[in-house]
């Protein structure tokens, strides 16, 4: 067992090809372990419970018990990999990510407390329903990727944050099932599945891009766009009549948030909000026909619309063809 104060005066280094087995409850429970081209097994649950573990140089820390970690400060860096085998790996702690290090949650819930923070490239993989559940809390930044590989990668977490050009995939119907997702800043969101989003209010600021790629990506599922989001439609009927597209102009932001259907034609429940400087635009060559509400409207090929002329002026004038600012409007 391992305790005391997390400084250099209490300090253990592990170098290459050796190992440490924690095979009981709080045997790590303070001082300073560094890791490198080492491995860390925890094989007891409450294995790791406070202190400081830094694992560097691809080193290898496994977790096999149930709710092995439950506090401390753990940071993982260059090509670090951390394969998360139990159920509620993490309650507790706080979990850091950097510099090309790997997270693979294997087992159900695995973060479902404590705080983890990725960037420098470095990747969650949600392989277990649950990756992130509970009351955990995550900022994804600087080029850190969440792969949702699983139906209900995403089941719960009281904040996760992407921002700073992070990167989310989901790849699973039902990938993101609950919890409180924001992206922020440069980040994007990938959506390469039908269903990738299970209900709920999902909110996008800064320049933050949403690539819709498959048909029905979303179910009852709302865009709140905020500050200067985008939306790409890159598949026909990547929306329906279930979702709902909110153009939302906030006190801290910048305005002029971007539909572009990209010449897919689809139908979505409805389109509202106060950004009079949102935009719906066709930046393909190809025609397409949006459905909202009641109408079906012309987007036509490389035309650029302002959303409250589109929709509110265009939706309740009888005549077929309509003016907007920036391009005409066909209501059929």
């Known amino acids: 067992a391992i305790a ?31 890791f490198n081209d080492a491995t860390l097994n925890v094989n007891a649950s409450q294995g790791i419970s406070g202190g400081y573990q830094i694992l560097a140089k691809s080193s290898v820390l496994n977790t096999e018990a149930d709710q092995a970690i439950i506090g401390g400060q753990i940071k993982l860096q260059d090509n670090a990999v951390f394969n998360a085998n139990g159920k509620s790996t993490i309650t507790g702690g706080i979990q850091n990510f950097n510099d090309n290090s790997i997270l693979n949650a294997n087992g159900e819930d695995t973060l479902s407390g404590g705080s983890q923070n990725f960037s420098g490239n470095s990747i969650l993989n949600g392989n277990s329903k649950g990756a992130i559940s509970g009351n955990s809390k995550q ?4 080029n850190a990727i969440f792969n949702a590989n699983i139906s209900q990668a995403v089941t719960g977490g009281t904040s996760t944050t992407f921002k700073d050009d992070a990167v989310m995939n989901i790849s699973a119907q039902h990938g993101v099932d609950g919890g409180n997702l924001l992206f922020d800043g440069n980040s ?69 948030s971007i539909l572009d259907v990209n010449g897919h034609s689809l139908t979505i429940g409805s389109i509202s909000g106060n950004d009079t400087n949102a935009v719906i635009k066709n930046s393909s060559a190809q025609d397409a026909i949006l459905t909202t509400g009641l109408y079906d409207y012309g987007v036509f090929a490389g035309q650029s619309y302002q959303y409250d002329s589109f929709l509110q002026r265009g939706a309740m004038r009888a005549e077929a063809v309509v003016s907007s600012a920036l391009g005409d409007i066909t209501r059929q």
């Open 139 to 142: 900022i994804f930044s600087n």
């Open 188 to 256: 994007t969101l990938n959506i390469n599945t039908a269903d990738a989003i299970n209900g709920g209010e999902q909110r996008f600021k800064g320049n933050s891009l949403i690539n819709l790629n498959h048909e029905n990506s979303l179910y009852n599922t709302t865009l709140k766009l905020e500050g200067n989001a985008s939306v790409n439609i890159n598949a026909d009927n990547a929306l329906n009549y279930t979702d709902h597209i909110v153009f939302s102009k906030t006190y801290d932001t910048t305005t002029g």
């Open 4 to 34: 005391g104060e997390t400084n250099n005066t209490n300090k253990q280094i592990f170098q290459s090809g050796t190992t440490m087995n924690v095979n009981a409850a709080t045997a790590l429970s303070g001082g300073n372990q560094t």
